[in-house]
């Protein structure tokens, strides 16, 4: 990476950036984010009606068999769990817990899970070859950059294409490399993005905001730097 391509990108290096802009990237974040919210939080409410079909056609028989109207009950409030802790979940994303954190993999792959979808309907596949590391990092930190990062580097370049996560870590921060290769995969078949694309400014100024080092080299090459956290 040339020096004033890194200079250029450098969080530190860049003028402090207005809150206004900060704010407007934030709310741009989750109003791209929020089509995998919703679906993050339907996966375990839509078998609930399914099952309780199943269980009230076997209660209608004759000689209902107890035991598997007991197992359908089980799994209805198994589910039923599962979508009260998807809801929580959410609400952190909307409202983020200042002191969470989380292992650098754990936070990488949550954020992966959320968007993976989204992102091969969109006609962009993802290769994750990011590796353990020691140490914590941010919680709201992890979700707000990376996040970001992803649908920034995806918005700025046409599918198909390929984004390739790569990690490296040091004693003071967990780095995340994005390498974006075109023509790799199938074109995508979502609709139109539900709301404007992110630009590298917002990337600029949700990194700022977080403390994150970001970069880039030219408009395929991405890198994130999360500082680790200090120990308790």
């Keep these: 990476m040339t020096s004033s391509a890194h200079i250029a990108g450098d969080a530190a290096a860049a003028p402090t950036i207005p809150a206004s802009a900060v704010e407007a990237a934030r709310y741009a974040l989750l109003r791209r984010l929020a089509p995998s919210m919703r679906h993050h939080l339907v996966v375990n409410l839509q078998p609930i009606g399914m099952i ?20 359908s009950a089980q799994k209805i409030n198994g589910f039923a769990r599962a979508a009260i802790n998807s809801c929580l979940d959410v609400v ?12 650098p993999l754990e936070g990488v792959r949550e954020c992966l899970s959320l968007l993976a979808t989204s992102l091969t309907f969109r006609g962009y596949t993802i290769r994750d070859e990011v590796t353990e ?55 995508g078949f979502a609709p139109k993005a539900s709301y404007r694309a992110l630009a590298w400014s917002d990337l600029q100024a949700l990194a700022q905001a977080e403390g994150v080092q970001c970069t880039r080299e030219g408009r395929q090459q991405l890198r994130i730097a999360i500082p680790l956290a200090a120990p308790a």
């Design 92 to 103: 952190t994303w909307l409202a983020p817990e200042d002191n969470a954190r989380v292992a």
């Design 133 to 187: 590391a020691a140490g914590l990092v941010s919680r709201p930190a992890m979700r707000t950059v990376l996040t970001a990062a992803l649908l920034q580097i995806t918005d700025e370049n046409k599918a198909p294409a390929s984004v390739v996560l790569a990690s490296s870590a040091d004693a003071n921060a967990f780095v995340i490399e994005f390498a974006l290769r075109p023509g790799e995969g199938e074109t």
């Design 52 to 71: 309780y079909e199943v269980m009230e056609r076997r209660l209608r028989g004759a000689a209902p068999d107890l035991h598997e109207v007991q197992e």
